[in-house]
């Protein structure tokens, strides 16, 4: 029936698939996820295939839920250290920033929670800032059943949730708030502490205009009211390590899990001695395969990353090499199977797989490397006696989907979870006993630098899922870059390691944390109107440079302050737009702000080419 409709209506057909696969929902979750509008909805009720009905839905965030008191668990030696460090910190009442550098596993959050009990005998207030995809029931719960005024602030609230939890805290009912980056402005007094975990997380910077890094903000707003900062992370940004090292932060380690557990051991497979095989690459090498079955057979858990969704991530034409790309953004479509359509991963349009290649008009379209949704299929062939959970963001769309997903995985339902970079984050599951990284190479060589630490951070996190239990555990790593220092650090975890070479690099090319870095893009219906404009910004800003730092340009440190570029931008059009940037970069930020003061009158005198100015900004394509 579905398909019948989905040639005339696409979108009341994408209503009924997605009341199919997730049941029962209300009327705003339901146009939401199938981001069609009420008339789509309206009309397949008038055509009988839905049904709309009023109940009674309780909107109270906490409703009929009880959370069973829990103290203080005895601290290992390591954690007192820290613990102790930050209860002086407060005491003090002085602004100060401390690093919590903890390895995975290492109970981070009981150093927080320790911390934030603290404070509230000192008579002040927390704030603790979790990336979105962490505030899983799980984590309130530890805050919960810890605390008793606990406020929570995060995205997925109603308005009615939102606004309560909002009067709660500014009404002065709420000693701790927990949520994600836009908790940082939460209406709290007599602040004391801010925590932020994870704090190497890019979800902590928002990219849309106001345009700020809650982690950035936390620390001024904690000197405004002369409060404690603690960033915890088993992996911290390069920002924060540096800043130890130049005495602005303080550092704390904890080096060892709790309970003295090792870190499990890495493994690197070398895929380009895995043999071909008559289908093209191998996806799955026979060390991992086996190591599958060891793991399975023993009743343990596996976890698989491909940080890649879809099912093909890019469709070519074998006759004559022509690849299908978006029509309004310059990427290539991935195909979704379940879709049966090509899915632009930027602007989200969707088309039907052409039958012939739209270029030669030959059958010679084929599917070319693995996302999830085949690699889900893949498994399932090899391993057909375990179930399989895909987690990615096409299976999780519903509100609870990621909730239910991790508690069927905790309840053993699931042998084999298989997912992009949604399942390497804070997952502590004893049973699992093998990391598999399918391809540890998917953000390597973006042209960015920050790739490395990307890279580095994402492996050291999803190997830190495993041997969190007694049965320890081991990571299987697939990569055509064995040597990489991000995968060979990673292997060792070795962070301390990593970031000295990285800094190394950094250092020479003036990259933060040395320099300051603003990207400056361009966009535009005509690629030639955006490239005559941003030449001109570009000679703005050069000519800015020679009058406020020109002895900066000479001497030693030649490459501290300039532009680099113009240049097309990595992706070179989005929704029909031409983009074009170019990257200042200064010594301090004073500097870079001078800088960029010399084209803050081009935004507004401009219709046909519209620029956006990102300081600090986390991508660069
Ligand atoms: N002092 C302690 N005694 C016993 N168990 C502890 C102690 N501290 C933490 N744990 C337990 O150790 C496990 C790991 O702690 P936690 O999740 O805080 O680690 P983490 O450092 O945040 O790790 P990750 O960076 O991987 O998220 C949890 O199950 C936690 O309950
Ligand atoms: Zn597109």
Redesign the pocket.
């Known amino acids: 029936m579905v398909s019948t409709i989905k040639k005339r209506a696409p979108k009341q057909a994408r209503v009924l698939e997605v009341l199919t696969e997730e049941g029962e929902m209300t009327f705003p979750e339901l146009a939401s996820i199938s981001k069609c509008k009420m008339d789509s909805i309206n009309r397949l009720r008038d055509r009988g295939f839905i049904t709309l009905d009023k109940k009674e839905v309780s909107d109270s965030l906490f409703a009929g839920k009880h959370f069973k008191k829990t103290a203080h668990?005895?601290?290992?030696e390591e954690?007192e250290v820290a613990i102790r460090l930050i209860k002086r910190k407060l005491r003090e009442r002085k602004h100060s920033v401390v690093l919590l550098k903890?390895v995975?596993?290492?109970?981070?959050?009981?150093v927080y929670l320790q911390a934030i009990s603290e404070v509230i005998t000192l008579g002040m207030r927390a704030i603790v800032l979790v990336p979105e995809i962490s505030l899983t029931p799980q984590t309130i719960e530890r805050f919960k059943s810890r605390f008793d005024r606990v406020s929570v602030l995060h995205s997925s609230l109603t308005e009615r949730q939102r606004s309560d939890q909002w009067w709660e805290i500014k009404n002065g009912n709420a000693d701790v708030v927990v949520g994600a980056r836009s908790a940082v402005f939460a209406p709290l007094e007599d602040v004391g502490l801010i925590v932020i975990d994870e704090e190497h997380e890019n979800t902590f910077k928002q990219d849309t205009s106001p345009r700020y890094n809650a982690r950035d903000v936390s620390v001024v707003r904690a000197a405004y009211e002369n409060a404690v900062v603690v960033l915890g992370s088993?992996t911290p940004s390069l920002e924060s390590f540096y800043n130890t090292s130049n005495g602005k932060y303080e550092c704390v380690n904890?080096k060892n899990r709790?309970?003295h557990k090792p870190l499990p051991r890495v493994e690197i497979i070398d895929m380009r001695r895995e043999v071909y095989r008559g289908k093209g690459l191998k996806q799955i090498s026979n060390y991992l395969e086996l190591s599958m079955k060891q793991s399975l057979s023993r009743k343990e858990q596996v976890l698989l990353l491909l940080n890649r969704r879809g099912f093909s991530p890019f469709i070519s034409c074998r006759r004559c090499g022509f690849v299908l790309r978006c029509k309004r953004c310059d990427i290539s479509l991935t195909y979704h199977k379940k879709r049966d359509a090509v899915i632009c991963h930027y602007c989200f349009s969707e088309e039907p797989v052409p039958g012939e290649c739209p270029d030669c008009c030959s059958n010679g379209i084929r599917f070319q490397g693995f996302g999830t949704e085949r690699m889900e299929e893949l498994i399932k062939t090899r391993f057909p006696d375990y179930n399989l959970l895909r987690m990615d963001s096409d299976t999780m769309r519903g509100k609870d989907s990621h909730e239910k997903a991790l508690s069927s995985f905790r309840n053993g339902d699931i042998d084999i979870l298989l997912g992009t970079q949604m399942i390497a984050k804070?997952l502590?599951f004893p049973n699992v006993t093998l990391v598999g990284v399918l391809s540890a190479d998917t953000i390597i060589n973006l042209p960015d630098f920050r790739a490395g630490e990307k890279t580095f951070q994402l492996l050291c996190q999803v190997a830190?899922r495993t041997g969190?239990g007694s049965k320890g555990g081991k990571v299987v790593v697939q990569t055509y870059n064995p040597e990489h220092y991000s995968i060979t650090h990673a292997a060792s975890h070795d962070y301390d390691g990593f970031a000295k070479k990285e800094l190394e690099y950094r250092k020479q090319l003036y990259y933060p944390p040395y320099g300051r870095l603003a990207r400056v893009v361009l966009r535009g219906k005509n690629d030639q109107d955006v490239k005559e404009k941003i030449s001109k910004i570009a000679e703005k800003l050069m000519k800015a440079i020679k009058l406020s730092g020109g002895p900066l340009l000479s001497g030693l440190h030649k490459n501290k302050i300039g532009v680099l570029g113009p240049a097309p931008a990595p992706i070179v059009k989005v929704k029909d737009n031409y983009r074009w940037h170019l990257i200042v970069k200064a010594d301090s930020f004073n500097n870079l702000h001078t800088i960029l003061k010399s084209i803050e009158n081009e935004k507004r005198n401009s219709k046909k080419v519209q620029m956006m100015i990102d300081v600090d900004p986390y991508m660069l394509i």
């Open positions: 668990l005895s601290s290992t954690q903890g995975t596993g290492s109970g981070k959050t009981e088993a904890l709790v309970g804070g502590d830190g969190r």
